[in-house]
């Protein structure tokens, strides 16, 4: 199973961008790596995911490095709602008995100070 | 309605009690999913049904039983829990469990969870 590691918490100035890494070093030919956010007490939300190349959509941006082993998640204009923990996941391949695994790790806790 | 509901939100009971967690959704999704998340600890999956039939069981204890009577339906039934069982309980549903990862396929929506508190 791939793991990712990424820092326990990171501080991030309001209206500046935040960058959230993740290794995953073990990451296999064709398993994605997805990131999900956790506000305090709710569930936790999707932001972005990808295989290779780098992804933008209306939260955040994902920068995949070429060899894959690591990847940045980028909030461009942080906020203070943006306070949360964030999951970088290895999302396990089917045929290895594990399909349908997102398996969460530790996560990095973003406070966003104003 | 792309939201995952579940009830109730809080839940209190005694160790010798049943008692029932409710989710459900009606995106169409194939795969629905219990999550277990202690104080300051990621979530931890328990249980994965796709199309309606129990898929993965990470070994959790029988005290929990889980239920998926349609597609838009996930039940957690609970007896005879312990207290160390307290926890926020998290359902999701994606389009399918495949790890062949259709792009956006694999997606998870969460909903809020339920606060279980065994005394």
């Known amino acids: 199973d791939a793991k990712t590691t990424q820092p326990t918490s990171m501080d991030c100035a309001e209206g500046r961008a935040a960058n959230l890494p993740c290794n995953h070093s073990?990451?296999?030919?064709?398993?994605?790596v997805y990131w999900y956010r956790q506000i305090h007490s709710q569930g936790p939300q999707y932001i972005i995911h990808?295989?290779?190349n780098n992804e933008t959509n209306e939260m955040a941006s994902l920068i995949i490095t070429e060899d894959r082993k690591s990847s940045t998640l980028i909030l461009p204009h942080a906020t203070l709602r943006d306070t949360a923990v964030y999951y970088c996941i290895v999302r396990l391949r089917n045929g290895s008995g594990n399909t349908g695994k997102l398996i969460f790790g530790q996560g990095t806790t973003l406070q966003v100070k104003p | 309605d792309t939201e995952v509901t579940q009830t109730p939100k809080h839940l209190v009971m005694g160790m010798t009690n049943k008692k029932s967690l409710k989710c459900e959704q009606h995106m169409g999704h194939r795969a629905m999913y219990w999550y277990k998340q202690k104080a300051k600890k990621p979530p931890e999956l328990m249980f994965v049904y796709s199309y309606e039939k129990l898929s993965i069981n990470e070994s959790v204890p029988s005290r929990f039983s889980p239920e998926c009577p349609n597609s838009s339906l996930l039940n957690l039934h609970l007896h005879a829990l312990q207290p160390e069982d307290s926890a926020l309980y998290l359902c999701a549903s994606s389009q399918d469990s495949s790890g062949r990862a259709l792009s956006g396929a694999n997606v998870l929506t969460f909903g809020a969870g339920s606060r279980l508190t065994v005394l």
């Open positions: 990808g295989l290779k």
């Open positions: 073990t990451i296999s030919g064709n398993e994605y």
